[in-house]
């Protein structure tokens, strides 16, 4: 009896019609070798694995995909690629079809899928699902998660049955099954449409196509088959004519030499099915790198709200591998009170699709009770509905870079503390060093004042005192002189022609108004010599009651040679609108200082605005003084002047800062006697508008010890 040598064939649309097709193909092997006898042996998917591994068959026909899986698990190898015929023409390529009733306008494209019925040949079919299934993926698509149903059902017509009828939304076959059935008159292609059509192949193929193209179906030699009965098979296949009833039979035009399946195993390597089940799965290496780079990983299911925590992940945090429960809230309960709201806000934000990505800083508790540092990162996945359904992420610990930050911040933070205090010495001596400049000029000025109204006073007061002896003698004099000419009013010509030329008249009549005149103006020189002293005040001690309205009048007297102006120029108007002042506790002469230098500064201000206005314009300084609270006492003095500059009045008190030419200010007064007047515990400001002049207020306490501050609105 001949050896039996059985055929195994992928009955991918019904045993009979498997048996019609490839018996012929048996039958001529057994004539071309008749020592043996070949056998067609159908079977489904399941059957086609147990026959194999369990060395049933020593042949088998079957499609590319079950082949490249039967490579990696049994070693069996392919002898030839068939050469279908499809429509009159041989074909050594095929792919799958994606389809749906040609009603079916929600559905136009890949990602229409989401949420849909779908049927497929079965799960290891490789024309009849896993080609599609590629497509699918990669088009974002989760079949497992994101279709509403996924089934199998074992054939490739009971898959555009269930269609036509409605039992699925959508499906996959192989190519040319459509049409095949088309022509058998079992369908109307009119009743379906092909979801992601492949049109770029034109008349090459010319078939309903929506994935790549893939090798046709192999012939396979197994384990049990002798070597050098595979090499018999492989040359009778090779040589079949393209006529011949067995290539006829299997619609094809026989066998050609094996193609290169390398595109199959890479549809695999993206599915990560048997052979490449674990393809791109964290290997060894990546482990090590991972453990490198001191990251803890962690993968989070929001529906079960179980998290799985990476041994380093445990580790960061003080724990062994089993001490730590894989739990969200083992997770949340260690989190630093003070982020636990920022964070859960930030994951929220995230799931809510507020934030593109998840990047945040935060502490979590390690086993020993102090906190550490950690950049958390992670990815979110959703499924069709656009819900969450699962978290993964990385935790680095930046603890050290955390405390670097700190440090350096408190570093930088006693810098500028110090810094400021630096600034701060710096500033106060200046103010020192311009304090004692400026006091001792004013020292060195009021000992100058002193010294001349010392020496002034010593022959003025002279003067003054021998005006009245004067007076009377002249009187003597003039009254002898009448007596004369009473007696002898007829004097001698020599007396009449002396009388003449020295205009004895006249001068009887002049001479008393003469020494009046010697009078008031010796009189005015005592004046001065008093206000230089009271204005000096060296022969007074430095803090007493003093009237301030002598100290206004002793200025103002002192600058009467500005105030008049020359003969061809506007008299400054001196407006005096004095309240009733107690006598107030200060330093008369630094007090006078401070009336010196602003009126001083208004005197300037109105000589650069007559150069500038018309002739009716009337410079004027007004001065006004009143007492608030019986507490404190405001002295107003204004100008209408041309104003200040914005620029001007954020530095007016800054000191050496002038608006004056070089060598006509030094930019000190203001500055002095703002902190003048801070010495005497009150308070310097000032308004100012261009075109309407400006105002210096002066806020002082009627006694030395008073510290508060009075808050009150003073209008201009």
Known sequence: MKPLIQIGVLADRN?????????????????????????????????????????????????PGMYVEFEALYGVNRLATLKHLRLGQAYTLFGGVIFCNADSEDIQNLTDLRGKRFLAVAENSFGGWRLAWREIVEAGINPHRDFQSLHFSNSHDAVVYA?????????????????????????????????????????????????????????????????????????????????????????????????????????????????????????????????????GLWDWNLETNEVFFSNRWKEMLGYAEAAFPNHFQEWKQRLHPDDQDRVLTTFQQYFEGQLSTCELEYRLQHRNGNYLW?????????????????????????????????????????????????????????????????????????????????????????????????????????????????????????????????????????????????????????????????????????????DIHEGIENTLLLLQHRLKRDADQSRIVIQKKYGDLPQVECSPGQLNQVFMNILSNAIDALEETIAHQPNNFTPTITICTKIIAERWIFIHIADNGLGMAEETKLRLFDPFFTTKPVGQGTGLGLSISYQIVERHHGKLNFLSEPEKGTEFQIQLPVFRDSRVSLKCEVKK
């Open 15 to 63: 045993i009979q019609h498997t048996l019609q097709s490839w018996q012929t193909t048996a039958d001529y092997l057994t004539a071309e070798l008749p020592e043996y006898q070949f056998a067609i042996v159908p079977l489904d998917f399941t059957q086609m694995g147990v026959a194999v591994e369990q060395e049933a068959v020593e042949f088998i026909i079957t499609s």
């Open 374 to 546: 950690v950049f958390c990162r992670g990815v979110l996945l959703r499924d069709v509905w656009n819900q969450p359904y699962r978290m993964a992420g990385s935790h680095t610990d930046i603890t050290r870079r955390k405390q670097a930050e700190e440090e350096l911040r408190q570093s930088e933070l006693q810098l500028k503390t110090q810094t400021q205090q630096l600034q701060q010495a710096l500033k106060e001596l200046q103010q020192t060093q311009m304090q004692l400049i400026h006091s001792e000029k004013m020292s060195s000025l009021g000992q100058l004042v002193a010294g001349i109204a010392h020496e002034i006073n010593n022959p003025v007061n002279f003067i003054y005192g021998n005006l009245n002896y004067l007076e009377e003698s002249v009187q003597g004099l003039l009254n002898l002189v009448q007596i004369y000419q009473q007696c002898y009013p007829q004097p001698v010509d020599a007396v009449e022609v002396a009388i003449e030329e020295f205009e004895l008249g006249f001068v009887r009549n002049d001479l008393p108004r003469l020494l009046n005149s010697m009078r008031v103006g010796s009189e005015r020189i005592r004046d001065l010599v008093h206000s230089l002293r009271n204005f000096s005040r060296l022969d007074e001690a430095e803090v007493k009651p003093v």
């Open 163 to 295: 269609i036509e009828r409605g039992e699925a939304d959508a499906g996959t076959i192989s190519t040319n099954v459509l049409e095949q059935m088309a022509l058998e008159g079992k369908i109307d292609l009119k009743n379906f449409k092909i979801i992601n059509q492949q049109t770029q192949y034109g008349e090459k193929f010319p078939f309903a196509l929506s994935t790549r193209l893939y090798p046709e179906w192999p012939f396979v030699v197994t384990q049990k088959a002798p070597s050098d009965l595979a090499e018999q098979v492989a040359i009778a296949l090779l040589k079949l004519p393209k006529d011949h009833p067995a290539a006829k039979s299997a619609k094809s035009e026989g066998w050609t030499i094996p193609l290169n399946y390398q595109s199959v195993h890479e549809c695999f390597q993206v599915l990560q099915v048997h052979p490449y089940k674990d393809f791109g799965k964290i290997s060894s290496s990546f482990q090590l790198a991972v453990k490198g780079s001191n990251d």
